[in-house]
């Protein structure tokens, strides 16, 4: 399935209507189904679905680790995901309580069970401020669907390069689209970059995947940053051109360890 398809639609401009074709992302509709019960259903951008669906299990604290998925099937003609997991009958139960956020794209809840066995962050990184520079003008650089629709949200991890990069029309889903990666590729990726907003969901996910060092080019709130430093994560907000600001763990960044 194609992430976008060209539009016939309508433009006004200087007092004019013009005919055009437009470039529009797709939206999608999966449902994940673990061990035959539905979990969940989100609204997404058709690719990376496998990556989409561990990684949001995983976000959501369903499961700890990638062993526990025994089985992973992708239907994408009837929109569905269909999981066996080693996963205990108190997890399934606690699936469905759930956090109202500030969601998008997604439904905007996270489940309680995201902050079990969460544990805060050892530092064992330390970069460089030009390198936060370089991570995102990376992340802009590869974002061709946004350059095209302006209808997505990007993501990816870097160990010193960019180790793999996702699109999605939900921030919250390209976050776990490169999370469910690293995690099926066991990586040790610690830097994360996202194009949206820092709220307390995604410093959860990033916290959970081991990520140490959280950017983005958008705002933080102030549960993000409590969050941050209370598990002793890196948030760096409003990452653009020459500038960025630290709101938590400047000691990774060397130019600023004490």
Same mark, same amino acid.
């Given at each position: ?6 539009? /016939?639609?309508?433009? /006004?401009? $200087?007092?004019?209507?013009? +005919?055009?074709?437009? #470039?529009?992302?797709?939206?999608? %509709? =999966?449902?994940? /189904?673990?061990?035959?019960? +539905? ?26 680790? &990638?062993?526990?998925?025994?089985? !992973? ?9 269909? !999981?066996?997991?080693?996963?205990? #009958?108190?997890?399934? *139960? ?12 997604? @439904? ?7 902050? =079990?066995?969460? #544990? *805060?962050?050892? *530092? ?7 390198? !936060? ?22 993501? %990816? ?16 889903? %390209? $976050?776990?689209?490169?999370?469910? /990666? ?12 996202? @194009? ?6 995604? &410093?959860?996910? %990033?916290?959970?995947?081991? =990520?140490?060092?959280? =950017?983005?080019?958008? $705002? ?39």
């Amino acid at each position: 399935m194609m992430i976008k398809r060209n539009i /016939y639609m309508l433009r /006004y401009a $200087a007092g004019q209507i013009h +005919e055009m074709q437009d #470039e529009v992302v797709e939206e999608f %509709a =999966i449902t994940i /189904y673990i061990n035959g019960r +539905e979990t969940d259903t989100l609204l997404c951008s058709p690719a990376n679905l496998t990556e989409l669906a561990v990684g949001r299990i995983f976000t959501s604290g369903v499961i700890n680790i &990638a062993d526990e998925v025994k089985k !992973i099937n992708v239907d994408i003609d009837n929109g569905r995901v269909d !999981i066996e997991a080693n996963v205990d #009958e108190l997890r399934l *139960k606690l699936i469905g309580k759930r956090i109202i956020t500030s969601g998008c794209g997604n @439904s905007p809840y996270f489940s309680s069970l995201s902050t =079990i066995k969460t #544990e *805060k962050l050892r *530092k064992t990184i330390e970069v460089f401020p030009e390198d !936060i520079l370089s991570y995102s003008r990376m992340l802009q650089k590869s974002s061709n669907i946004f350059r095209d629709t302006g209808g997505v949200h990007s993501a %990816a991890i870097f160990e010193s390069q960019m180790t793999f990069f996702a699109e999605d029309i939900g921030r919250h889903n %390209a $976050a776990d689209k490169v999370i469910g /990666y690293k995690l099926m590729n066991n990586l040790s990726d610690r830097i994360m970059v996202i @194009s949206g907003r820092l709220s307390l969901d995604m &410093a959860i996910k %990033a916290v959970r995947s081991g =990520i140490e060092i959280l =950017i983005s080019s958008s $705002a933080p709130t102030t549960a993000a940053i409590s969050f941050a430093l209370n598990y002793n994560l890196t948030l760096i907000g409003f990452c653009r051109g020459e500038r960025f600001n630290i709101y938590s763990g400047d000691d990774r960044i060397k130019n600023f360890l004490k």
